[in-house]
């Protein structure tokens, strides 16, 4: 069983940054391909991100390539989100998520998840 707990959300101008942290319950942390997700109003939710269980391999949806970037320290059993030039269209919850021996590809194209924390809000503002 592993428990995600997400932090880092909150109101930023557009062209601002924020950094998100997801904290990872259990010892076997560097088993999972960590990703996240996120959710607008009325939408469905979409993969934003992933990075493979040694953080050497990342994966990233086109709307945040360059922008965004994610990386994690298995030492302290986190990943993180660092989101630079934040537009509007970035308002959404975010979702961390954990898959279980797969690839950060994978979670991004299958939307592979064993687990998911409970999200943060992050809204822009034009």
């Known amino acids: 069983q592993v428990q995600l707990v997400e932090s880092g959300g909150g109101l930023v101008q557009a062209g601002g940054s924020l950094r998100l942290s997801c904290a990872a319950s259990?010892?076997?942390?560097?088993?999972?391909?960590m990703g996240w997700f996120r959710q607008a109003p009325a939408k469905e939710r979409e993969f934003v991100a992933a990075v493979s269980r040694s953080g050497g391999s990342t994966y990233y949806a086109d709307s945040v390539k360059g922008r965004f970037t994610i990386s994690r320290d298995n030492a302290k059993n986190t990943v993180y989100l660092q989101m630079n030039n934040l537009k509007p269209e970035d308002t959404a919850v975010y979702y961390c998520?954990?898959?279980?021996?797969?690839?950060?590809?994978?979670?991004?194209?299958?939307?592979?998840?064993?687990?998911w924390g409970q999200g943060t809000q992050v809204t822009v503002s034009s």
């Open positions: 998520a954990a898959a279980f021996r797969t690839t950060a590809q994978a979670m991004g194209i299958k939307y592979s998840s064993d687990y």
């Open positions: 259990g010892r076997t942390f560097s088993t999972y391909a």
